[in-house]
C-alpha cells in the first residue's frame, strides 16, 4: 500500500505548462529575436527558471551576462504572473480534486513537488492549498528536477520511505527525478514523450486508487 503521493504542479494539478511556454516564447521572441517550438519547450518542463532561460539562450546561441539574464528572468516572470493572476478554481485539471479526494479517503498522504516559486500563490488562487500535507516548491529545494531532492524533501516530510511513493509528473524532467528518488512515477501526458514512467495516463478521470495501486504493483 502506497504511503503518499507526491503531485507537480504545472501540468498535473493546473495547465501553467501552457502559461510558461507563452510567457517564455514572448521573453525569445520580443527581446531574443528567435522563436522557440512546442518540442524544444517539452525540455524545459519541470526545469527551474533560470536553468530555463540558460536552454533557451544556448538554443538561440545568445550569450548574455549575469545581470543581463536576471533582468530577462525577471520579466518572463513578471508576464508569467500576469496570466496566473486569472486563474480560478475552474482551472484545476479534470478529475484532480476527485482523486485527490479519493486519495485522502484511502488513508494516503498528499505532497506538492514543485519546483516553481510561483506554486504556494497559485494553489492559493485555485483554492486547493489545504488539500496538501506538504508542500514543496522552488523556495525549498536548491536543485531543480531532473535531481530527486524535491521529491525525496516530500517524502521525508511526510514520513514516508521512496518505495511507499507514488510520483505524478507531465515532465520528462520530474519522471526522471521520480525514479532516481526511487519511487513508482504515473505520467501525465503521453506514452511518446513520457517514456520512463511506470504508467502513463492522458488525465486522472475517473481514475481509482485500486486501479492504480494494480497498475503500478502495489
Ligand atoms: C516548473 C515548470 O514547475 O517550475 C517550469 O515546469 C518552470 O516550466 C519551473 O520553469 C520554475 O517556475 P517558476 O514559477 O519559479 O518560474
Ligand atoms: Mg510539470
Redesign the pocket.
Known amino acids: 500500500q502506497p504511503k503518499a503521493f507526491l503531485f507537480?504542479?504545472?501540468?498535473v494539478i493546473v495547465d501553467t505548462?501552457h502559461f510558461?511556454y507563452q510567457a517564455w516564447r514572448r521573453l525569445a521572441n520580443e527581446k531574443l529575436g528567435f522563436d522557440i517550438s512546442e518540442e524544444f519547450n517539452e525540455s524545459?518542463?519541470?526545469?527551474?527558471?533560470t536553468e530555463?532561460l540558460d536552454r533557451i539562450l544556448a538554443h538561440g546561441n545568445v550569450a548574455l551576462n549575469p545581470a543581463e539574464k536576471e533582468a530577462l528572468a525577471t520579466l518572463k516572470?513578471d508576464w508569467?504572473v500576469e496570466l496566473i493572476n486569472k486563474m480560478t478554481p475552474d482551472d484545476i485539471l479534470p478529475g484532480i480534486n476527485e482523486f485527490l479526494a479519493k486519495t485522502r479517503l484511502a488513508g494516503i498522504k498528499i505532497g506538492l513537488g514543485?519546483?516553481?516559486?510561483?506554486a504556494k500563490p497559485i494553489l492559493e488562487r485555485i483554492g486547493i492549498l489545504n488539500a496538501f500535507d506538504a508542500i514543496i516548491d522552488?523556495t525549498k529545494i536548491t536543485k531543480?528536477k531532473p535531481d530527486p531532492e524535491v521529491f525525496l524533501k516530500g517524502a521525508e516530510e511526510l514520513g514516508a520511505s521512496p518505495d511507499q511513493c507514488v510520483v505524478f509528473e507531465d515532465?520528462v524532467a520530474g519522471i526522471e527525478a521520480g525514479r532516481r528518488a526511487g519511487m513508482k512515477t504515473v505520467g501525465i501526458g503521453q506514452p511518446d514523450i513520457l517514456t520512463e514512467a511506470d504508467v502513463v495516463l492522458a488525465n486522472l478521470n475517473n481514475l481509482t486508487i485500486e486501479d492504480l495501486q494494480k497498475a503500478l504493483h502495489f
Open positions: 507537480d504542479l504545472d501540468g505548462a510558461h524545459l518542463k519541470g526545469v527551474s527558471r530555463s516572470n508569467y514543485s519546483v516553481s516559486k510561483n522552488g531543480g515532465a
